[in-house]
């Protein structure tokens, strides 16, 4: 089991900058792909970005590339969103996300089995 726990979130003005955390915890070795996934009211929950913690490659959505950053520190068993020019259709609720398991892909197809409860951004205009 992985436990994820978000934080990190808050209310911004549009231009503005957040950096989220998810601290991971339990057995950590079982995964090898975490990532980040947002909801805004009555749209589907997106990847935003995810990153193969055993390499170095990383995805992100269209609407957030050059803007946002995915990172990790390994010593922490800390992932983080850098996330920069915050605009309002990025107010959503965001969540942490890791793979239950080692092997295959890491991509937004990929099934996330370990979640956080989320840390809410808001960007107004």
């Known amino acids: 089991q992985v436990q994820l726990a978000e934080s990190g979130g808050g209310s911004v003005q549009a231009g503005g900058s957040l950096r989220l955390s998810c601290a991971a915890s339990?057995?950590?070795?079982?995964?090898?792909?975490m990532g980040w996934f947002r909801q805004a009211p009555g749209k589907k929950r997106e990847a935003v970005a995810l990153?193969?913690?055993?390499?170095?490659?990383?995805y992100y959505a269209d609407s957030v590339k050059g803007r946002f950053t995915i990172s990790q520190d390994n010593a922490k068993n800390t992932l983080y969103l850098q996330m920069n020019g915050l605009q309002p259709e990025d107010t959503a609720m965001y969540y942490c996300?890791?793979?239950?398991?080692?092997?295959?892909?890491?991509?937004?197809?990929?099934?996330?089995?370990?979640w956080g409860q989320g840390t809410q951004v808001n960007v107004s205009s």
């Open positions: 339990g057995y950590t070795a079982s995964t090898d792909c």
């Open positions: 996300a890791a793979k239950t398991f080692r092997g295959g892909s890491c991509s937004p197809q990929t099934e996330f089995g370990y």
């Open positions: 990153i193969y913690i055993l390499g170095s490659s990383t």
